[in-house]
């Protein structure tokens, strides 16, 4: 049986390599695909290594290019990028859930019927898996947060608090 299928925007990845987690990522029972095209504008130059590591780049059918510029004209105030399109639609055409942490996506994604899931559910599997402990997770966050990251320090600090019990 083949691993499910997860579609990340730019922001997941790049927490995910801020926290040190890549290697644990790429031991949960899933693959992780990307549009080529947002690899190659976001990813390419700083984080190459995240081919090798497993992530495999997707390429999409023309009529959910169409469908991402469609998405991406239809919400010019919504601040979502063009890329952002693109992983959503590709999450679309593949049919499986999306990755990201960027709140404006992760709605407009519900609009088209598609899974959303985020750095802190990608963690949990982790911690759930024994891949990386309380500890561990919580030097990963705070690394994502040094790096920039948005995630919500109070949800944090709860999951945390959990994997503690």
């Given at each position: 049986?083949?691993?499910?299928?997860?579609?990340?925007?730019a922001n997941i990845i790049?927490?995910?390599?801020?926290?040190?987690?890549?290697?644990?990522?790429?031991?949960?029972?899933?693959?992780?695909?990307?549009?080529?095209?947002?690899?190659?504008?976001?990813?390419?130059?700083?984080?190459?290594?995240?081919?090798?590591?497993?992530?495999?780049?997707?390429?999409?059918?023309?009529?959910?290019?169409?469908?991402?510029?469609?998405?991406?004209?239809a919400h010019p105030t919504?601040?979502?990028?063009?890329?952002?399109?693109?992983?959503?639609?590709?999450?679309?055409?593949?049919?499986?859930?999306?990755?990201?942490?960027?709140?404006?996506?992760r709605q407009l994604a519900?609009?088209?019927?598609?899974?959303?899931?985020?750095?802190?559910?990608?963690?949990?599997?982790?911690?759930?898996?024994?891949?990386?402990?309380?500890?561990?997770?919580?030097?990963?966050?705070?690394?994502?947060?040094?790096?920039?990251?948005?995630?919500?320090?109070?949800?944090?600090?709860?999951?945390?608090?959990?994997?503690?019990?």
């Open positions: 049986m083949s691993k499910k299928l997860l579609i990340s925007d790049i927490d995910i390599i801020a926290g040190g987690l890549v290697e644990a990522m790429f031991k949960l029972d899933f693959e992780y695909g990307t549009p080529d095209v947002l690899y190659a504008e976001e990813l390419q130059a700083q984080h190459p290594e995240i081919v090798s590591a497993g992530l495999r780049l997707y390429e999409l059918q023309a009529d959910a290019i169409n469908d991402a510029i469609n998405l991406f004209q919504r601040k979502v990028s063009a890329n952002d399109c693109m992983a959503l639609m590709l999450a679309k055409q593949e049919g499986c859930t999306l990755l990201t942490g960027d709140a404006m996506l519900l609009t088209q019927g598609v899974e959303v899931r985020g750095t802190l559910w990608l963690v949990q599997a982790m911690f759930e898996n024994g891949l990386v402990t309380a500890s561990e997770a919580e030097t990963a966050y705070r690394k994502m947060i040094d790096d920039g990251s948005r995630l919500p320090e109070p949800e944090i600090r709860k999951q945390l608090r959990m994997f503690r019990k």
